[in-house]
């Protein structure tokens, strides 16, 4: 029994047709494939029971009205673009997850005290322009209209795209919903990461989305010849570098507060076989779903840093490229999402997101929850990404449990 799971893979495999490379999927944002998948969608959501439009960001939008027109609406939704070579699941899932589940209330006949707007944003990914979030910001009433004037690799501003798109650059701030127009944001979205494929379960409820600070870290020590300096008296800036990935993994590592941290790309200078490294250079991405335990781990990373640099008598210099802080769920929403996984029988496990995702824009603004679902191997960005038929009906039987027994708890968070 798959329930609504065989239509939303055949859906999402249809979707999945809107690219620019045929055989992979890309779709970016404001792109001709993007503006036909639009199209493809908003009709979906007509014969779902909703009035779809496309708003000025070029989000598409289905609006599902409840037993009263014009009441304030729950909004749902994810992104329909993608990176280069993408997953059929990242994003479209949620989108059309949601539309399964109006599509069923339409069935059915099924009114409720509040509306449904459907929200397919259309960049999340950030790979066409150098900015991410364009349509959630811009419906959280978050958008810098910086945004627009930023440019793609062939020197088109986005300004520009998002008009020849049918959006409208000048009208933005109208995408916005006013405060009593929306109840909350709810997302269904793959995990990307492996934690419910190991726990054997199909979903999982999301704590926060987590919070990132980077450092490039640049090690000065003193080059040499291999063969005839001894080891005492080195000051070798790579094996100081190694000590200190050590090091920031170790303290992660310790930590249960579901702390990351990650060097990812190490060079060494002179690089050369038989030359102590005079120079390194490393970054290291720090992640944790409370800002709190980012910024202590932080301050205790960078401490085993300088006592390494200090006792190996190499020269440290570390730069913050990169801080944002953890977008957490509201706790009203996580308990609704747990109530609903509960009563489908799956044993509720509360996770944070590693990844950036819409949901995010809304932190503050509106109670924001996410539901992920299991992918296989953790995959995604990456055509192999996969998800189960099962899982996928799952995913829509819950969201549709979810909006029957939503209720709107005031402020957040
Ligand atoms: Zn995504």
Redesign the pocket.
């Known amino acids: 029994m798959t329930g609504f799971g065989a239509d939303l893979m055949a859906r999402l495999d249809a979707f999945a047709g809107f690219t620019e490379e045929p055989g992979l999927l890309t779709r970016l944002f404001l792109t001709t494939q993007h503006r036909a998948a639009a199209d493809w969608l908003m009709e979906l959501m007509g014969k779902a029971g909703m009035n779809a439009r496309l708003d000025p960001a070029g989000t598409v939008v289905g609006r599902y009205e409840g037993t009263v027109p014009g009441a304030p609406a729950l909004l749902i939704g994810?992104?329909i673009d993608t990176v280069r070579n993408a997953g059929k699941y990242?994003?479209n899932l949620g989108v059309l997850a949601a539309v399964a589940a109006v599509a069923e209330l339409d069935r059915r006949g099924e009114r409720l005290p509040f509306a449904i707007e459907v929200l397919g944003f259309g960049d999340?990914?950030g790979v066409r322009f150098p900015v991410t979030l364009t349509g959630s910001r811009a419906v959280a009433g978050r958008f810098d209209r910086a945004a627009l004037e930023t440019r793609d690799r062939d020197g088109v501003r986005m300004a520009d795209a998002l008009r020849a798109f049918g959006g409208d650059p000048e009208a933005i701030a109208a995408a916005a919903r006013k405060p009593g127009d929306a109840l909350a944001f709810l997302e269904v979205?793959i995990e990307q990461g492996p934690v419910l494929e190991a726990e054997g379960l199909p979903v999982g409820i999301v704590t926060a989305i987590n919070g990132a600070t980077r450092f490039a870290v640049r090690l000065r020590g003193m080059a040499g010849h291999a063969g005839t300096v001894p080891m005492a008296l080195r000051r070798d800036a790579l094996a100081a570098a190694a000590e200190m990935t050590l090091a920031a993994e170790r303290v992660a590592a310790a930590s249960d507060a579901g702390l990351v941290a990650t060097v990812g790309r190490i060079e060494a200078k002179p690089g050369a076989v038989n030359v102590i490294p005079g120079e390194a250079a490393f970054t290291l991405d720090v992640r944790a779903p409370e800002d709190a335990v980012r910024r202590d781990a932080c301050a205790t990373i960078l401490g085993a840093f300088e006592e390494i640099a200090a006792r190996r008598g190499v020269e440290l210099a570390v730069e913050t490229t990169h801080d944002a802080a953890a977008a957490p769920c509201s706790p009203g929403i996580r308990r609704q999402i747990e109530a609903a996984v509960t009563r489908a029988g799956v044993r509720p496990l509360s996770l944070p997101s590693g990844a950036g995702?819409d949901a995010m824009a809304f932190a503050g603004v509106l109670p924001m929850g996410m539901l992920f679902v299991r992918c296989a191997g953790g995959i995604s960005h990456n055509p192999a990404e996969s998800i189960t038929v099962e899982d996928a009906d799952r995913s829509v039987q819950i969201l549709l449990d979810i909006i029957r027994h939503f209720e709107h708890e005031t402020p957040t968070p």
């Open positions: 994810s992104h990242d994003g999340e990914e979205h995702h």
